[in-house]
């Protein structure tokens, strides 16, 4: 679904990329994980077109999506939530879902038309109880739980349906319970919607609980990939990141 | 100050109705300058000095316009899409490299234009007033009298198509897909890119929508009035008490800034008519100490 090929970056004498290379096969779940500087939210800013890449290629399926426009690279199928909640602070649950609706359902072709609630309506209530948030469906966003603000941001991606989705550290700045129950949440979203998703955390627990395959960086180089049972087992990735004597 | 001819003059029915119709006049033209400066600030962040300039051009086409056609509704028409384009040009040439500069900048820039515009005007039209366009001639006809007050039809049409102009921009606002985009693109652009959302082609559409604001109020001045380089400096103090009484950004607080103004310059001149200027200062700075965000403004 989504592949990156041996891409890279660097910021003035710095490499922040090498010949990174990463698949995710279609309806997946995976994780990419490293110590902080490590590179991923520079991989996650390659992806999105928020940075232009020196090196390699980025594709969705057939389409090669390196150094296109964010926007356009949305439009073929990649949102992302971001590390920072990303919200319209002044708007409510309800209007923020809607303005998100608006943006995929034509993009900025019939401007003037006024646009038809209806169906939009039933569409933004359908993504709220996907991401459980029913419940503060009117509430304005800036009101909202972190937690809660942290399911508008995925919501808003959700909205576009992508074909990929990034969360980059879904559960920043949440309490232990908070955590999982957001990683509960993902784990539903995934289910249900069968979407490829990436997303960078650095809780090695949840990792493990959830994501198929895991890609481990480090230095702005991959160091290994696999399954959980086989990144725990993995020297290299035990010794650069898991904490040396521990097997 | 002449306090008992206010009081005389609102206990008459003439001149109550003559001057509140004047008022009307006077605050819905000045609706239409003030809610494009709004529009500006409000999701750009801009505080678009040059607005003035731009009622002036709307001033200028039109006139220029009517005197080669001799048709008033396409002298006006001509006037708002003309600056509309203009603006639309001003913005992606200028107004778009200062979004995050210092203010200071951004009103060297605005200042720098009126100063080119005004000098322009000079040279392609001459630095003498022009007579303006006139009134149409379907309302060259007798004033209405409603309890002896005497209130030009074509006074009654200005009020009319304004209040026909705010309403529309309201429907544009609150109802199409562009203006809750427009609305998105004010509280948070970033995240409306990440939404894949090109939000160049929305500033620019609200600068132009602007512009189209500022050149029809000055289209429809030069009916009433002459036409003169320098003409918007004064429109544009105005229209900056308008949005600061009304709130910054906010469309609705300016149309009822715009009525108050107005009827505060029609009434004021009856009290004390040496003080009608002073009058609009003063009500800025009350309402600046009793609600600092502007009636309609929200609070940050």
């Known amino acids: ?247 | 100050m002449e306090i008992f001819a206010l009081f005389d003059c609102i206990i008459t029915p003439a001149c109550l109705i003559s001057q509140t119709a004047g008022g009307l006049k006077i605050g819905m033209l000045l609706f239409l300058v003030a809610s494009g400066l709004t529009l500006v600030f409000g999701v750009l962040g801009v505080i678009n000095f040059a607005h003035g300039a731009l009622y002036m051009l709307g001033a200028y086409f039109s006139w220029q316009v009517m005197s080669i056609t001799s048709h008033f509704g396409l002298a006006v028409i001509s006037g708002a899409i003309g600056v509309g384009i203009f603006g639309l040009l001003f913005e992606r040439l200028l107004i778009n490299k200062v979004y995050n500069a210092d203010l200071l900048v951004q009103i060297l820039l605005c200042y720098s234009v009126i100063l080119i515009l005004d000098d322009l005007v000079m040279i392609i039209w001459g630095d003498e007033f022009l007579s303006g366009i006139g009134v149409p001639e379907i309302f060259q006809v007798p004033p209405i009298f409603i309890f002896d007050a005497i209130i030009p039809p074509f006074h009654i049409a200005i009020i009319l198509i304004s209040m026909i102009v705010a309403f529309l921009l309201w429907i544009i606002m609150t109802k199409t897909k562009f203006g809750k985009l427009v609305r998105a693109t004010a509280i948070n652009p970033k995240m409306l890119e990440a939404l894949g959302v090109n939000t160049n082609v929305i500033k620019a559409g609200v600068f132009m929508l602007g512009s189209f604001l500022a050149g029809l109020g000055g289209a429809l001045a030069a009916s009433l009035g002459s036409v003169v380089s320098g003409m918007g400096n004064s429109i544009i103090i105005e229209s900056f008490i308008v949005t600061v009484i009304g709130g910054m950004g906010s469309i609705s607080g300016a149309f009822l800034a715009s009525i108050i103004i107005g009827m505060a310059r029609s009434f004021g001149a009856v009290a004390m008519p040496l003080f009608t200027d002073g009058i609009m200062f003063l009500i800025m700075v009350l309402v600046l100490v009793i609600k600092p965000e502007g009636l309609m403004g929200k609070k940050k």
Not at chain 1, 55 to 68: A, H, K, S
Not at chain 1, 98 to 118: T, V
């Open chain 1, 1 to 247: 679904m989504l592949k990156i090929h041996k891409i890279n970056k660097s910021f003035g004498g710095i490499k922040a990329t090498n010949n990174v290379s990463i698949e995710l096969k279609p309806h997946s779940i995976n994780a990419l994980i490293g110590p902080n500087g490590a590179g991923k939210t520079t991989i996650f800013n390659l992806i999105t077109g928020k940075i232009s890449v020196d090196e390699g290629n980025i594709f969705i399926g057939d389409n090669n999506i390196t150094n296109l426009k964010e926007t356009e690279i949305t439009h073929i199928g990649i949102a992302r939530a971001f590390q920072i909640t990303n919200i319209f602070p002044t708007l409510s649950v309800k209007e923020s879902i809607k303005i998100a609706l608006l943006a995929k359902i034509h993009g900025l072709n019939n401007m003037w038309d006024r646009f038809s609630s209806h169906s939009v309506n039933e569409e933004a209530s359908k993504i709220a109880e996907l991401t459980g948030l029913t419940k503060v469906y009117n509430t304005i966003s800036s009101e909202l739980s972190h937690g809660d603000q942290k399911l508008l941001d995925i919501a808003l991606a959700l909205a576009l349906k992508p074909k990929v989705l990034l969360l980059d550290e879904p559960t920043a700045g949440m309490g232990p319970e908070e955590r999982w129950e957001m990683i509960k949440r993902i784990k539903e979203l995934w289910q249900k919607t069968k979407m490829t998703v990436l997303f960078i955390e650095h809780d090695m627990d949840i990792v493990f609980d959830i994501a198929q395959t895991i890609f481990v960086l480090q230095q702005g180089s991959i160091i290994a990939k696999g399954t959980p049972k086989e990144i725990k087992k993995n020297q290299v990735v035990i010794k650069a990141y898991l904490g040396g004597g521990k097997k």
